[in-house]
């Protein structure tokens, strides 16, 4: 267990809807990261944020949206569905304080399973 | 650009034997290298990583890892393999100037019996 928690497990949705993607980070990181696995794209990283702010952005969509609350947890929010956002999408945390080795090591959440329909 | 590959995308061993996993990378500056496993229906779980210093970086599970800057390599190795290490490995870089990791495509690890 990496002390990453993510809800739901899995989520079945229709094309078109908007979901919500939930991820604790470990106790004391400050650091979350969101990537999705496909099939087709393999591991790709989305969006990091850092106490609260937007640190870096890979290739997320214009209709993915992500945010980091005042208590760390960070929610994915993916809008207007398509059959190809079926993914497993993945919350990663690190302690993101520059300076250390430990800055670089991130630790993953079990994944939330997303199937459109 | 950065990248990482893993040429292998199936391998399949016997319980008991060796095992390497291939690993190269393209990375301009001193890379940070990480090793994750992924079992069936699970998250990735971080073997090992490399920073600096000692080429040889051992992990869990009685995995090690020997970086090779002249070779651009960083392969996975287990001397005796166990069933229960049948899964999907990823290496990865850390990509500083984005704050990100960058994986390979994967090598799913077959054990048979």
């Known amino acids: 267990d990496s002390g990453v928690t993510q809800t739901p497990k899995h989520l079945i949705t229709a094309t078109g809807q908007r979901v919500t993607l939930r991820c604790s980070p470990r106790?004391?990181?400050?650091?979350v990261y969101w990537y999705q696995q496909s099939l087709d794209q393999g591991l790709q990283f989305l969006i990091q944020y850092y106490n609260g702010e937007e640190r870096a952005k890979g290739n997320i969509l214009e209709r993915f949206s992500a945010q980091q609350f005042p208590d760390l947890h960070s929610e994915l929010n993916l809008s207007s569905l398509e059959l190809g956002d079926s993914a497993l999408y993945f919350c990663a945390s690190s302690v993101a304080e520059a300076g250390g080795t430990n800055y670089y090591e991130q630790y993953f959440g079990p994944g939330t399973r997303l199937t459109v329909t | 650009a950065q990248s990482v590959t893993q040429p292998d995308i199936h391998i399949t061993v016997s319980e008991g034997a060796s095992l390497e996993l291939r690993c190269n990378y393209s990375?301009?500056?001193?890379?940070?290298l990480f090793w994750y496993v992924q079992s069936p229906g699970q998250g990735l779980q971080l073997l090992l990583k490399y920073f600096s210093g000692d080429t040889l970086v051992q992990g869990i599970k009685g995995f090690e890892a020997e970086f090779k800057r002249s070779q651009s390599s960083f392969n996975l190795r287990k001397p005796s393999v166990h069933w229960s290490d049948a899964a999907e490995y990823f290496c990865a870089v850390f990509s500083g100037g984005y704050n990100k990791l960058i994986f390979g495509a994967g090598t799913r690890l077959a054990v048979h019996p």
């Open positions: 106790s004391g990181d400050l650091s």
């Open positions: 990375y301009g500056a001193t890379p940070y």
